[in-house]
């Protein structure tokens, strides 16, 4: 294993790794103003939710690592203490990107990638029209990290109000997760589409799995069953009854008298079908 001490290798090259290691992440499309009015739009993807009441989202436009440089986007930020953060989807991904093109002070960024500039209803700087998601923020807080290249920012929003297309919204007007097609960035150059790699595990919330330490041994040290199937099983709140495993047996008697390797092979397929009470039966069966 490759271990490595921060202070030992280049900060560039420590940024590699963390950005590579650290994703995907989402991309905060941030839209300020400086103190004349001029506009300015750069992507940042240092940057998460971190409460709901109140609202609080916090990115960060880090120090440049090259030469310890500032952007606009925190200038502008400390300047006037608002923010609009757009989230980024398939549609105009190739847009944003252009956007992180360091192009000099006072440059309109909406020009420059042809999005649309959106007035704002709460603040002053501009929504991005074509976002499907825009967020009009208040700046709480600006936490300086470090003053040396790769230093973070964190600039501490609250939302003031938020702005939701009406075409990524269900039957319910929750938010579609394929309608609104989110992409998100990794390392190097990659980005990630997210809904081509939506998979749901239910979240044990208000219930009680029973844990991978209560799994009988010889299923817990299979050789074919993964960390992850393990997970899966030791998510259940109660194991089959014996009737149940028995009626099971019945229905499908190929799954009687299999030597363990076969079995656990067996309940794995089930597993991949998210279908847990099957696998178990399986596993159950004598």
């Not at 994703?23 to 839209?31: C, L, T, V």
């Not at 400086?34 to 998460?48: A, E, Q, R, V």
Request: proline share 6%; glycine share 8%; hydrophobic share 35%.
């Amino acid at each position: 294993m490759l271990s490595i001490n921060p202070k030992e290798i280049p900060t560039g090259k420590f940024h590699g790794y963390l950005l590579g290691a650290i994703a995907p992440r989402p991309i905060a499309f941030a839209s300020t103003i400086d103190i004349d009015g001029n506009p300015n739009l750069s992507p940042f993807s240092f940057f998460n939710v971190f409460g709901s009441n109140p609202p609080i989202l916090i990115f960060s436009p880090a120090r440049r690592v090259r030469d310890n440089t500032t952007k606009h986007t925190l200038n502008n930020v400390l300047e006037t203490k608002e923010v609009v953060i757009n989230v980024v989807n398939y549609a105009i991904v190739q847009q944003m990107s252009l956007s992180s093109t360091e192009y000099p002070d006072g440059v309109n960024e909406f020009e420059k990638t042809g999005l649309t500039m959106l007035k704002s209803e709460e603040i002053k700087p501009f929504r991005v029209a074509e976002s499907p998601v825009q967020f009009e923020c208040k700046v709480n807080d600006v936490i300086f990290t470090g003053d040396e290249g790769g230093a973070g920012n964190l600039i501490v929003c609250e939302v003031v109000k938020m702005h939701i297309n009406d075409n990524v919204l269900d039957d319910n007007g929750a938010i579609d997760q394929h309608k609104i097609d989110l992409v998100a960035r990794a390392g190097g150059s990659y980005y990630t589409r997210a809904r081509d790699g939506f998979f749901e595990i239910p979240k044990p919330i208000s219930t009680l799995g029973i844990g991978v330490d209560n799994i009988p041994s010889e299923i817990r040290n299979s050789t074919v069953l993964t960390g992850n199937n393990l997970g899966m099983l030791g998510n259940i709140e109660q194991l089959p009854t014996a009737d149940t495993v028995n009626n099971f047996g019945k229905e499908h008697p190929n799954f009687i008298g299999l030597e363990s390797t076969k079995k656990h092979t067996f309940a794995q397929d089930f597993l991949s079908k998210n279908d847990v009470e099957s696998a178990w039966k399986v596993l159950l069966l004598k």
